[in-house]
């Protein structure tokens, strides 16, 4: 079993930064990738950013390209999206999922964070 525990998160005001942390624990030594989601009110959940958990390769959704950097601590099993030149359209609650397969569905997820953008 794999356990997500997620940090961070809160209110900004649109242009600011703000940092997610999520700390993986349990069979960590087969992961295979690490990935952040976010779903806003009234809308369904949608990818943001994936990080491979050996390559450390990334991937971004084209709405946070150049905006957010996902990342990995290896010595601390811990995956941080860092958000940088926040919109009003990035609110809504983020979570981050593991998988341990090369199969697309992610069967561990955080508990999720709230971020809200104010304008």
């Known amino acids: 079993q794999v356990q997500l525990v997620q940090s961070g998160g809160g209110l900004v005001q649109a242009g600011d930064s703000l940092r997610l942390s999520c700390a993986v624990s349990?069979?960590?030594?087969?992961?295979?990738?690490m990935a952040w989601f976010r779903q806003a009110p009234g809308k369904e959940r949608e990818f943001v950013a994936r990080?491979?958990?050996?390559?450390?390769?990334?991937y971004y959704s084209d709405p946070v390209k150049g905006r957010f950097t996902i990342s990995r601590d290896s010595a601390k099993n811990t995956v941080y999206l860092q958000m940088n030149s926040l919109k009003a359209e990035d609110t809504g609650v983020y979570y981050c999922?593991?998988?341990?397969?090369?199969?697309?569905?992610?069967?561990?997820w955080g508990q999720g964070a709230q971020v809200t953008v104010s304008s």
């Open positions: 999922a593991g998988r341990q397969s090369v199969l697309p569905e992610y069967p561990y």
């Open positions: 349990g069979r960590t030594f087969n992961m295979y990738m």
């Open positions: 990080i491979n958990w050996n390559t450390d390769y990334a």
